[in-house]
């Protein structure tokens, strides 16, 4: 199947942070988080990337668990105490590749087609739920500042300022 296809037959819509998502489900129980906010206890989306689109490096205030479902391999990349992680998202367990992985809260992170090639179409859950007041895409020029050492990847996974 191609990709517009499966934008149409999921009624993806365009992220923010690059790629195409649709929200699939949402917890009808709420807590309060740690910082008194109200959130759902869980989200559910399909995500969506194509070719050399990205997911811009952003974060969240929730733990984020990606799961994948077919296509190309994605590759995940996060600055975990200043260091870069690479997960490598896929079916071959032969490869390295894991059918899922989790993002830690308040984790700076992006992701891409492996290869920019293709497709990858993954669903990513958030406990607690996720909400755009937690989003946060990052800039550029702060994140350059924050991690120099990581300025090449940086300039690959944001937007210009």
């Known amino acids: 199947m191609s990709v517009q296809?499966?934008?149409?037959?999921?009624?993806?819509?365009p992220h923010p942070e690059g790629g195409y998502y649709k929200e699939t489900?949402?917890?009808a129980t709420s807590i309060t988080t740690e910082q008194g906010a109200a959130?759902?206890?869980?989200?559910?989306i399909y995500y969506l990337l194509e070719g050399a689109d990205k997911s811009h490096l952003h974060r969240i205030q929730s733990d984020e668990l990606w799961f994948f479902h077919q296509g190309q391999a994605l590759e995940i990349v996060l600055v975990e105490q200043g260091q870069?992680?690479?997960?490598?998202?896929?079916?071959?367990?032969?490869?390295?590749?894991?059918?899922?992985?989790v993002i830690p809260a308040q984790t700076w992170f992006g992701a891409r087609v492996k290869g920019e090639t293709g497709f990858a179409l993954v669903s990513c859950t958030v406990a607690p739920g996720f909400d755009f007041r937690d989003f946060e895409l990052a800039e550029r020029d702060a994140l350059t500042q924050e991690f120099p050492q990581l300025q090449a990847i940086?300039?690959?996974?944001?937007?210009?300022?």
């Open 25 to 27: 489900y949402r917890a």
């Open 39 to 44: 959130r759902n206890v869980s989200t559910a």
């Open 5 to 13: 296809p499966i934008i149409e037959k999921l009624q993806l819509l």
């Open 84 to 101: 870069l992680v690479t997960i490598e998202l896929g079916n071959d367990l032969a490869q390295g590749q894991l059918p899922q992985a």
């Open 154 to 161: 940086i300039e690959q996974f944001t937007r210009n300022n």
